[in-house]
């Protein structure tokens, strides 16, 4: 009998085959003749077990593996057949037959890869960046590095914005202490956000030893569930106030940083250069965005339903370690699962674009292309060869370095189809700093 296939909807299809039943039986009688040989039965010899205990003994069980077998070869045959791309596994359903039927039929629920026409890129427009580091953009580099080694001394005087705070604290809830909600000899940075708000701000003016107590109302959203929208009273006492001190500009400073002379100049140059390199990256990164999202736009496909699930469990998995990660109970997170489910549909779209680019335009990576790559990333370490071993020791991180060069292969196939337009900005607008 023809394999015969229906269509189910733009990607679903359902293939009705069928397989004669002796060969499930020959094959069936073919196994359990090979596991005769060897079978352990308690009051037989080894060889001299009667098939019919052995078809009693395992019976159902090759008759599953053989059925499981069939359908997979004939369902494989058939694809070949009817020159179909699966896109995931098969839901198999075998049909109910008739006591004197000769043939074995069965279903197989699949969706197929869509047919990928790419859109036409002529009438698209992609910002490059153009960005030069200023003087005043060192300044707010160096100022960084110094708040990141800022050290604190006690001081006689009221908590201000910026101090470090040593305090105890007790909350309560409708009378009763709550997880979290108790601490002695805790340390914060006033201004730093690191509590909310209103617990914060009431710190501000209080002086060693003083007590204060207040109400902190916990946001809605807030990440623990047991608080979120209640209103705590919080006793408070202040231990103890630290004011920072940040190091100067100095020899020791560039020294701190790597300059092994201490010449302060040479300092500003390596962190303008690192600010450089800051701007080359994040270039690539928004001019990849913009050509991907273009590609999206101009190539309207269908995405395959089992391929959009399994990124969106991927997604979700990777959100939960991210939390998890950051000592955040995933359960306690309501993740937007729509946000996810889209982006999911969006990266197995892009995908599928990117391939059906990559094969049409012969845009695979070449050797040299990833050596280079990965002697560029060797560079910024202090032993390159080891670091370039390093990378192709590992298939996994050799794979990474080639999908990214993949990547940078497409985005400038279509960067010479398209109008790119330089566009000026500061350092801090590039990096999306208010």
């Given at each position: 009998?023809?394999?015969?296939?229906?269509?189910?909807?733009?990607?679903?299809?359902?293939?009705?085959?069928?397989?004669?039943?002796?060969?499930?039986?020959?094959?069936?009688?073919?196994?359990?003749?090979?596991?005769?040989?060897?079978?352990?039965?308690?009051?037989?010899?080894?060889?001299?077990?009667?098939?019919?205990?052995?078809?009693?003994?395992?019976?159902?069980?090759?008759?599953?593996?053989?059925?499981?077998?069939?359908?997979?070869?004939?369902?494989?045959?058939?694809?070949?057949?009817?020159?179909?791309?699966?896109?995931?596994?098969?839901?198999?359903?075998?049909?109910?037959?008739?006591?004197?039927?000769?043939?074995?039929?069965?279903?197989?629920?699949?969706?197929?890869?869509?047919?990928?026409?790419?859109?036409?890129?002529?009438?698209?427009?992609?910002?490059?960046?153009?960005?030069?580091?200023?003087?005043?953009?060192?300044?707010?580099?160096?100022?960084?590095?110094?708040?990141?080694?800022?050290?604190?001394?006690?001081?006689?005087?009221?908590?201000?914005?910026?101090?470090?705070?040593?305090?105890?604290?007790?909350?309560?809830?409708?009378?009763?202490?709550?997880?979290?909600?108790?601490?002695?000899?805790?340390?914060?940075?006033?201004?730093?956000?690191?509590?909310?708000?209103?617990?914060?701000?009431?710190?501000?003016?209080?002086?060693?030893?003083?007590?204060?107590?207040?109400?902190?109302?916990?946001?809605?959203?807030?990440?623990?569930?047991?608080?979120?929208?209640?209103?705590?009273?919080?006793?408070?006492?202040?231990?103890?106030?630290?004011?920072?001190?940040?190091?100067?500009?100095?020899?020791?400073?560039?020294?701190?940083?790597?300059?092994?002379?201490?010449?302060?100049?040479?300092?500003?140059?390596?962190?303008?250069?690192?600010?450089?390199?800051?701007?080359?990256?994040?270039?690539?990164?928004?001019?990849?965005?913009?050509?991907?999202?273009?590609?999206?736009?101009?190539?309207?496909?269908?995405?395959?339903?089992?391929?959009?699930?399994?990124?969106?469990?991927?997604?979700?998995?990777?959100?939960?370690?991210?939390?998890?990660?950051?000592?955040?109970?995933?359960?306690?997170?309501?993740?937007?699962?729509?946000?996810?489910?889209?982006?999911?549909?969006?990266?197995?779209?892009?995908?599928?674009?990117?391939?059906?680019?990559?094969?049409?335009?012969?845009?695979?990576?070449?050797?040299?292309?990833?050596?280079?790559?990965?002697?560029?990333?060797?560079q910024s370490y202090e032993n390159p060869g080891e670091v370039v071993k390093w990378h192709y020791s590992s298939p996994d991180r050799l794979n990474e370095i080639e999908s990214a060069v993949l990547e940078d292969n497409v985005v400038a196939w279509v960067l010479e189809r398209v109008t790119v337009v330089d566009k000026a900005m500061t350092f801090d607008e590039l990096m999306g700093k208010p």
């Amino acid at each position: 009998m023809q394999p015969n296939i229906e269509n189910l909807g733009a990607l679903e299809r359902r293939l009705s085959v069928s397989v004669p039943l002796e060969t499930i039986e020959t094959e069936m009688e073919s196994r359990l003749k090979r596991i005769a040989r060897t079978a352990k039965i308690p009051g037989f010899r080894p060889g001299k077990v009667p098939m019919k205990i052995v078809l009693q003994q395992y019976g159902p069980q090759v008759r599953h593996e053989v059925l499981g077998d069939v359908l997979q070869k004939s369902f494989n045959q058939a694809l070949r057949e009817q020159n179909l791309r699966i896109a995931g596994s098969p839901r198999f359903e075998p049909k109910v037959a008739a006591e004197s039927a000769s043939e074995f039929e069965f279903n197989a629920i699949f969706e197929v890869y869509p047919d990928v026409v790419l859109g036409d890129l002529s009438a698209v427009g992609v910002e490059q960046p153009v960005v030069e580091v200023a003087p005043a953009d060192v300044d707010k580099t160096l100022e960084v590095v110094r708040k990141q080694q800022v050290r604190y001394h006690p001081v006689e005087r009221p908590a201000v914005v910026g101090d470090q705070a040593d305090i105890d604290y007790r909350g309560i809830i409708d009378g009763m202490e709550f997880a979290g909600g108790k601490a002695e000899g805790f340390t914060l940075v006033l201004g730093e956000g690191r509590f909310l708000k209103d617990f914060e701000e009431p710190l501000i003016g209080m002086s060693v030893g003083q007590s204060k107590s207040f109400e902190v109302t916990f946001p809605a959203d807030y990440h623990g569930k047991d608080v979120a929208g209640k209103t705590a009273t919080f006793e408070v006492k202040l231990n103890g106030v630290k004011a920072p001190e940040l190091p100067e500009v100095d020899a020791e400073f560039a020294r701190l940083l790597g300059v092994a002379d201490g010449d302060t100049e040479r300092m500003r140059g390596e962190i303008k250069a690192n600010l450089e390199r800051e701007i080359f990256k994040r270039t690539k990164a928004k001019i990849k965005a913009q050509v991907m999202e273009a590609l999206l736009d101009a190539t309207k496909i269908e995405a395959p339903g089992v391929l959009v699930e399994q990124e969106f469990e991927r997604l979700m998995q990777n959100a939960r370690s991210d939390l998890e990660t950051r000592g955040v109970k995933a359960a306690d997170i309501a993740l937007p699962q729509d946000v996810f489910r889209e982006q999911a549909r969006r990266r197995v779209c892009l995908g599928l674009i990117l391939a059906e680019l990559i094969k049409m335009h012969n845009l695979h990576t070449k050797p040299e292309q990833v050596r280079g790559v990965v002697e560029d990333l060797a560079q910024s370490y202090e032993n390159p060869g080891e670091v370039v071993k390093w990378h192709y020791s590992s298939p996994d991180r050799l794979n990474e370095i080639e999908s990214a060069v993949l990547e940078d292969n497409v985005v400038a196939w279509v960067l010479e189809r398209v109008t790119v337009v330089d566009k000026a900005m500061t350092f801090d607008e590039l990096m999306g700093k208010p």
